[in-house]
Nanobody
């Protein structure tokens, strides 16, 4: 059972920035993936950004030029730097750790973009 703890959410004005952090209870191995999903009220949870083997990254199209996912293997952490935030980015953001057919989730952190 992998445990994940997120931090860094909050309220920010449109155009602002936030940095989300997630620490895992164990390091990734070959084939594992870590990333961020988000879920807005009344909508399904969607992948925002993901990192896999060799640092390959995948992003949701609407965040590609604004969000950056990074990973610190030594500290078993991933980060999501979110710039130029928009009201449509408002959601609960969840850290995800995927190993084979198993998904592990953090508790979620609220990001609200509003003036």
């Amino acid at each position: 059972q992998v445990q994940l703890v997120e931090s860094g959410g909050g309220l920010v004005q449109p155009g602002g920035s936030l940095r989300l952090s997630c620490v895992a209870s164990e390091a990734t191995s070959r084939g594992d993936r870590m990333g961020w999903y988000r879920q807005a009220p009344g909508k399904e949870r969607v992948l925002v950004a993901e990192i896999g083997d060799y640092g390959t990254r995948k992003y949701l199209d609407s965040v590609k030029d604004r969000f950056t996912l990074s990973k610190d293997n030594a500290r078993k952490m991933i980060f999501l730097q979110m710039n130029n935030l928009k009201p449509e980015d408002t959601a609960v953001y969840y850290c995800n750790f995927r190993r084979a057919a198993s998904d592990f989730w953090g508790q979620g952190t609220q990001v609200t973009v509003s003036s």
